[in-house]
């Protein structure tokens, strides 16, 4: 990549993230509401609270990853940007954004855990059980990777509905629902639920975010090849 | 002289529908051409495949020499104003100007300010609350000031009045005398941009029918006038494109060029002759049953 092709990535990426709202406020908006819901109930509440509303953080960057396409997409096509300048463009924007949040839910799974203990009331909104162990760098690690698999799930099915467009995107459905039904009888009639049960139970939380890695670069691949042949 | 665009039998069809079948063109290297034809005729499908928006379903393109598809070094000497272009949500006049400065390599940003306040823009009003004249105001001035070697403008003056329609043509010549660049104008108002054009491409349900010098399309035809039986004489034989009577008035346009000879006689049988203007010849191309527009473009 030459310096001028390297402007173009650029442009895409502060394309995207000329939306500081959307990208650098509303996922902690989002988390934050669920968070202060859970904090008042937890003053009341006798018990100690754990919870799970930071996955509301989790499904925004899922929706911003769907939303991303249709936003800007059309926007850098019509300006002579390249779609290959627009996939590393937009890669660069969630590669920073997915690190601020990785880097704001470690911070907070810290303060949670070490300094303020369950923020004085006993509610445990960003250190969890299983979901948060390991040193700093491994936490930062693991939401950074779920993060970034979630943005190019929804990224590349955003892809897809702009390459095929309703009809398209309805057929995929079907056929995911097909494969799904199909399997879910397999693993029912071989009994092999328990056995992933039990496979699943015995990964730590980095192997796990380790092993949505292949994912998210198969969904990278996949969105590339979609928006090579997407018109605008 | 080089060709900054070669296109040899572009098709592009739907289905069975073709949009575009077989066109032929080249476009030389600082020169501003105008791409007429009707709503619908294929202007802005050949445009979209100009700059690798969308993909021909046959023949070739070459722009500066090479193909445009995903290609950096043909698509950054490319600025193509659509009337159909989208903006990011967000996005305010300033963001708009703020990227195309990074993605234009001959972006003059005092330029674009001075044309912002010449459009009177207000550069901090997101672009989605902008009146559709306003929206064409952005295109314009993001056309400009872009500077790029390919500046293609797709019936850019939506929603502008007389007053910003004449600014922007009157920029465009200055900054082109000045930036010399090849610039395509699609449009249908075509009797605004007759003095700025150089060249005429004239698109007519998916083929090209035209391909002329305007110099040359003056002479393409003549308007007669005179009374009803004498005008009736006179075109015995000769190409009628059109023809009008008021009374025992009666006017023809016809094709091709009257001799010398033609026109004494039909001046001393009171026949008066006058050019036709780029816009009644296109009207008249393009407004003819099938057969007679395949004898004019023979």
């Not at chain 1, 303020?116 to 250190?127: P, S, T």
């Amino acid at each position: 990549m030459n310096v001028a092709q390297r402007g173009r990535t650029k442009a895409v990426t502060s394309t995207i993230l000329k939306d500081k709202f959307s990208w650098y406020l509303l996922p902690w908006i989002i988390a934050g509401s669920s968070f202060a819901v859970n904090l008042i109930v937890s003053i009341f509440a006798k018990d100690v609270i754990t919870t799970g509303g930071v996955a509301s953080l989790y499904i925004y960057i899922l929706t911003a990853g769907i939303m991303s396409v249709s936003n800007t997409l059309p926007f850098m096509i019509g300006f002579s940007v390249r779609r290959s300048d627009y996939f590393w463009g937009t890669g660069g924007a969630i590669g920073l954004v997915g690190a601020i949040c990785a880097a704001g839910l470690t911070f907070l799974s810290y303060v949670e855990s070490e300094w303020i203990d369950g923020w004085g009331v006993g509610l445990y909104f960003f250190h969890l059980p299983y979901y948060s162990e390991g040193s700093a760098p491994v936490q930062f690690l693991n939401y950074f990777l779920v993060i970034v698999f979630l943005f190019y799930l929804g990224f590349a099915i955003a892809c897809l509905a702009k390459r095929f467009g309703k009809n398209g995107m309805f057929l995929f459905s079907i056929a995911v629902l097909a494969i799904g039904t199909v399997l879910s009888y397999v693993m029912t009639e071989r009994g092999w639920w328990i056995d992933f049960g039990h496979w699943l139970a015995g990964r730590t939380m980095l192997e796990l975010a380790g092993g949505t890695a292949p994912l998210t670069l198969l969904f990278m691949a996949i969105s590339y090849a979609l928006l090579r042949r997407t018109s605008v | 002289m080089s060709a900054v665009v070669k296109v040899t039998n572009l098709t592009k069809s739907y289905g069975d529908t073709a949009a575009v079948s077989g066109v032929s063109f080249e476009l030389e290297e600082n020169k501003i051409y105008g791409l007429l034809g009707r709503n619908g005729a294929g202007k802005t499908t050949i445009m979209h495949m100009l700059t690798a928006q969308q993909f021909a379903s046959g023949g070739n393109i070459e722009v500066f020499g090479e193909e445009p598809y995903e290609n950096e070094s043909v698509l950054r000497r490319v600025c193509f104003i659509k009337e159909s272009q989208k903006y990011p949500q967000m996005f305010t006049v300033k963001d708009v100007l703020d990227v195309s400065a990074l993605l234009h390599p001959n972006w003059d940003a005092a330029y674009a300010a001075e044309l912002a306040e010449a459009f009177g823009l207000p550069t901090k009003r997101k672009v989605h609350k902008l009146s559709r004249g306003m929206l064409s105001a952005v295109g314009v001035v993001v056309g400009l000031a872009s500077r790029a070697p390919l500046t293609i403008f797709d019936e850019p003056y939506l929603g502008l009045d007389a007053v910003a329609r004449a600014l922007f043509y009157d920029r465009l010549l200055e900054d082109y005398a000045e930036h010399p660049r090849t610039v395509i104008l699609s449009t249908h108002l075509i009797d605004e941009v007759s003095r700025l054009l150089e060249h005429v491409l004239l698109i007519d349900q998916g083929r090209l029918l035209l391909d002329q010098d305007v110099e040359r399309l003056s002479g393409m035809a003549y308007t007669v006038v005179g009374s009803a039986a004498r005008i009736d004489s006179f075109v015995s034989g000769k190409k009628v494109l059109s023809r009008d009577a008021m009374g025992a008035i009666a006017s023809a346009t016809v094709m091709g060029e009257a001799s010398p000879q033609e026109r004494r006689e039909a001046a001393e049988r009171g026949l008066e002759f006058s050019p036709v203007s780029l816009q009644q010849l296109i009207v008249h191309l393009t407004g003819r049953q099938k057969e007679e527009r395949e004898a004019v473009s023979s």
